[in-house]
T-cell receptor, first 112, second 113 residues
Framework: AQSVTQLDSQVPVFEEAPVELRCNYS??????LFWYVQYPNQGLQLLLK??????LVESINGFEAEFNKSQTSFHLRKPSVHISDTAEYFC??????????FGQGTTLQVKP | DVKVTQSSRYLVKRTGEKVFLECVQD?????MFWYRQDPGLGLRLIYF???????EKGDIPEGYSVSREKKERFSLILESASTNQTSMYLC????????????FGNGTRLTVT
């Protein structure tokens, strides 16, 4: 069965520091990859996605993620975080059957 | 904007009750999903539906059933609620399979006592 693993449950970081949230998935077939974000007391919303083409994808608020097929990873990075980035981040994979599976989530805590 | 509406924000039910969670989307999306969200476990897929009257089991369907009689509405049914079904339930929809993003409702926090 397909699975998604987010390697860190919590990532504390100081404001303006860089951050990486790790995501690995298990799949031997082509997939679509997503990062969703859930800000405190809000619903989940799409942050960015990889469908095909360039392996580096970006969001409008400075996050980027790189699809690495050989390592089956889709890590999320930001070179300089803000307090407002404090949220829970979920990696998700859509398999070729259309099923969408999420990871366990990573809580990003940005400290002043 | 796509709107996914879940009928209740908070719900408290007793053990053994039959519980209905309703979800409606207003964008003619083909696919609809039910997840439960628990701390440390992320989102786990209960059931999903590719189209009207179609349903597929997710990873944790035991104790749940679903109904999709109309395209815009996807109901989750707890046949006999148990305390281990206390959770946040999230409904989502998308245009179709093939990389289109999910649009989520605000969730229903169900407590079973």
């Amino acid at each position: 069965a397909q699975s998604v693993t987010q390697l860190d449950s919590q990532v504390p970081v100081f404001e303006e520091a860089p951050v990486e949230l790790r995501c690995n998935y298990s799949s031997s077939v082509s997939v679509y990859l997503f990062w969703y974000v859930q800000y405190p007391n809000q619903g989940l919303q799409l942050l960015l996605k990889y469908l095909s083409g360039s392996t580096l994808v970006e969001s409008i608020n400075g996050f980027e993620a790189e699809f690495n097929k050989s390592q089956t990873s889709f890590h999320l990075r930001k070179p300089s975080v803000h307090i407002s980035d404090t949220a829970e981040y979920f990696c998700a994979v859509e398999s070729n059957t259309g099923k969408l599976i999420f990871g366990q989530g990573t809580t990003l805590q940005v400290k002043p | 904007d796509v709107k996914v509406t879940q009928s209740s924000r908070y719900l408290v039910k007793r053990t053994g009750e039959k519980v209905f969670l309703e979800c409606v989307q207003d964008m003619d999306h083909e696919n609809m999903f039910w997840y439960r969200q628990d701390p440390g476990l992320g989102l786990r897929l209960i059931y999903f539906s590719y189209d009207v009257k179609m349903k597929e089991k997710g990873d944790i369907p035991e104790g749940y059933s679903v109904s999709r009689e109309k395209k815009e509405r996807f109901s989750l049914i707890l046949e006999s609620a148990s305390t281990n079904q206390t959770s946040m339930y999230l409904c989502a929809s998308r245009v179709a399979a093939g990389g289109s993003p999910l649009h989520f409702g605000n969730g229903t926090r169900l407590t079973v006592t």
